[in-house]
C-alpha cells in the first residue's frame, strides 16, 4: 500500500511565525504535491515537485516555498504566517508518467491565530 | 482551459437509495485522463478510479460505477444501494498534464446517506 504522512494532523500557529509543514511518501515516487483546501474552492495546488531539489509553482504559490531534498520528503514552508493561510494542507505524491494517479496524506488542519 | 465543474454542493439520500454525482469537465487536450477521489470526515483523499479518454467503457466495481461520456465531457459516478458508510464529500479531477502531471479538482458533492 502506498504511505503518504504528514508531520502534524492539527496544528495552531500565530500570525508571523514561520510554520514547516512536512511529507513524507514511502513508494519512491518522483512526483510530490502540496495542496490546500477551503470550503467552496475545492483543492488547489500551491507548488510540487518532479524530482530532488526541483520546484514548480502551481495556482497559488503566494507566502510559501517548499524544500525537496530527498526524495521522500517534501517540506511546505510558510515564512510568515498569516491568518488567510489558515487552512487544511493535503500532501499528494505519484510516479512521473503521464496520467498517473496522485495518493494523498491525511491532511494537516492549520490554524493561524 | 482546463476546467471540472461538479454542480451538486450537497446531496442528502436515505440508506439504500441509489444516487449519481456528476462531473463534468473542459479541455483541450485529446489524451487527458480522470479522476474521482473519496473524502470521508477522517480528511485523507482517497482515490477510486482513474480513465483516459480513449477508453469510453463504463466500469462497474462493487456498488460504484462510473459513466464516461465524451460526447457531453462527462464522468458521473454511481452509488448503488448507499450505506451510510458512504457519506463523504466527493471530488472529481482532470489531468493536466502541461504543467508536470498536475490535478484539477471540481469543488467537490458533500454527500450525506441517512440511516
Known amino acids: 500500500d502506498v504511505k503518504v504522512t504528514q508531520s502534524s494532523r492539527y496544528l495552531v500557529k500565530r500570525t508571523g511565525e514561520k510554520v514547516f509543514l512536512e511529507c513524507v511518501q514511502d513508494m519512491d515516487h518522483e512526483n510530490m504535491f502540496w495542496y490546500r483546501q477551503d470550503p467552496g474552492l475545492g483543492l488547489r495546488l500551491i507548488y510540487f515537485s518532479y524530482d530532488v531539489k526541483m520546484k514548480e509553482k502551481g495556482d497559488i504559490p503566494e507566502g510559501y516555498s517548499v524544500s525537496r531534498e530527498k526524495k521522500e520528503r517534501f517540506s511546505l514552508i510558510l515564512e510568515s504566517a498569516s491568518t488567510n493561510q489558515t487552512s487544511m494542507y493535503l500532501c499528494?505524491?505519484?510516479?512521473?508518467?503521464?496520467?498517473?494517479?496522485?495518493?494523498f496524506g491525511p491532511g494537516t488542519r492549520l490554524t493561524v491565530l | 482551459a482546463q476546467k471540472v465543474t461538479q454542480a451538486q454542493t450537497e446531496i442528502s439520500v436515505v440508506e439504500k437509495e441509489d444516487v449519481t454525482l456528476d462531473c463534468v469537465y473542459e479541455t483541450r487536450d485529446t489524451t487527458y485522463y480522470l479522476f474521482w477521489y473519496k473524502q470521508p470526515p477522517s480528511g485523507e483523499l482517497v482515490f477510486l478510479i482513474r480513465?483516459?479518454?480513449?477508453?469510453?467503457q463504463n466500469e462497474i466495481s462493487g456498488r460504484y460505477s462510473w459513466n464516461f461520456q465524451k460526447s457531453t465531457s462527462s464522468f458521473n459516478f454511481t452509488i448503488t444501494a448507499s450505506q451510510v458508510v458512504d457519506s463523504a464529500v466527493y471530488f472529481c479531477a482532470l489531468y493536466f498534464y502541461n504543467q508536470g502531471g498536475k490535478l484539477i479538482f471540481g469543488q467537490g458533492t458533500e454527500l450525506s446517506v441517512k440511516p
Open positions: 480513465r483516459n479518454s480513449f477508453d469510453e
Open positions: 499528494a505524491s505519484g510516479y512521473r508518467g503521464l496520467g498517473d494517479t496522485q495518493y
